[in-house]
């Protein structure tokens, strides 16, 4: 068992001991005793889900009044949200498993085989938020790539989460994985979190997925390597050759679908060739939702008189909302969009809609995102969309991995050198 330090309390330190060994017994599980874990703990997930949903209840039952509509939302099991954790797990269980997956190799003129191959990072941490999804998403994946992984979620998803750790324990000692590749933190004492991102010798990487705040928190106090799934300021870029009737559906879809979610959109720019035809059509197509259109003064004069259309302040082009208000402006080119996005966006999701492969692939080239759509929305930058079977989240940054992190993005290449007695002179 490691040292204390400080003050860390010993279950604590006991649970993260057991995981350094779950780690190493990881590295050589079979692919298929993995794959039928998963599908055991989807079929245990899909039997549990009144019971689930009865715990996810407790968890809404405890928000205060005003909570916003959009975190609520991310909070919110429904049966439907349940098939999609379990079809996430299924489709886990089927993609190729990363461990030992040859890069590249070669032999030298001495003699020596080498091979670059995946092997699992080892630990991993990963401090969550509100969405109780995210405990099958990132156990399976880190599990299916030989990591062991702590689970640290927001406290307003705690009913859900226990009730889903409880069945994760299950499967895990039916099926004799042994010591047990996760752990469940239920202690949500911010100042232990503090103290577990500086033990480096503990956890391999940590991974944040949550607001601003958190990641910020994470960057500013972690030792270790951290996988930053930072917050989604997507834009669309409306050009004057779009199909309009395409261009209202796509901005409509990706802002209006989920938009308490990182890959949401929060800008829309439109040329200003066709702002006068775009902007009543997106106005008429999303009358119903309720959405709130903050505007800049050439844009004002294409929008009725309404009270869901207001002035854009200079902070609302920096700000993820998360919420139904889209942010709105007329550019005069492509090269003013693009101006645009690369002052204000996250590096997150972006989309063009146009006719043109020229200006479409121009735009691809030199937007500078995780992302980069033409005539889609941005509500596809997903794991689960993309075949991943889910995501531990969004990497916005350029090191490692960038967009969804999924199996191969918790690996990493290391070398295997076979020889047969050679010395280096």
Known sequence: MPEEKNEI??????????LRLAARTLRKLEGEKK?????ALADRVLAETQNLLKANKEDLARLPQDTASAFRDRLTLDEKRIAQMVES????????????????????????RLKRVRSPFGVIFM???SRPNVVLEAFSLAFKAGNAIALRGGSESK???????????EVMRE?????????????????????????????????????????????????????????????????DEADLEMAVKIVANAKTQRPGVCNSLETVLVHEKVASRFLPDLFRATTTTGLQFRVDSESRQHLPEAETVSAAQPKDWDTEHLDLILNVAVVK?????IEHIESHGSRHSETIITTSEEKA????????????YWNASTRFTDGFEFGLGGELGISTQKLHVRGPVGLRELTTPRWIIDGNGQIRE
């Open 175 to 239: 099926r004799d994985i042994r010591p047990t590749p996760f752990f469940g933190m239920n202690d949500y004492d911010r100042s232990l979190v503090e103290k577990l991102l500086r033990q480096k010798a503990w956890i391999d990487v940590v991974v944040p997925r949550g607001g601003d705040r958190l990641i910020d928190f994470v960057e500013k106090t972690a030792v270790m390597p951290i996988i930053k799934n930072d917050r989604g300021l997507c834009h669309a870029y409306v050009d």
């Open 361 to 372: 692939r121009r735009f691809q080239a030199e937007i500078d995102a995780a992302a980069v």
């Open 127 to 129: 401090i969550f938020e």
């Open 89 to 112: 797990l299924r489709q886990v269980a089927k993609l190729p498993d990363p461990v030992s997956e040859v890069v590249e190799e070669r032999s030298l003129a001495n003699g020596l």
């Open 9 to 18: 309390p010993k279950t604590i330190a006991e649970s993260f001991f057991q």
């Open 333 to 337: 080119s492509l090269e003013h969009a």
């Open 159 to 169: 009913s859900t989460a226990q009730a889903l750790y409880t069945l994760m324990n």
């Open 35 to 39: 794959n039928q874990a998963l599908e």
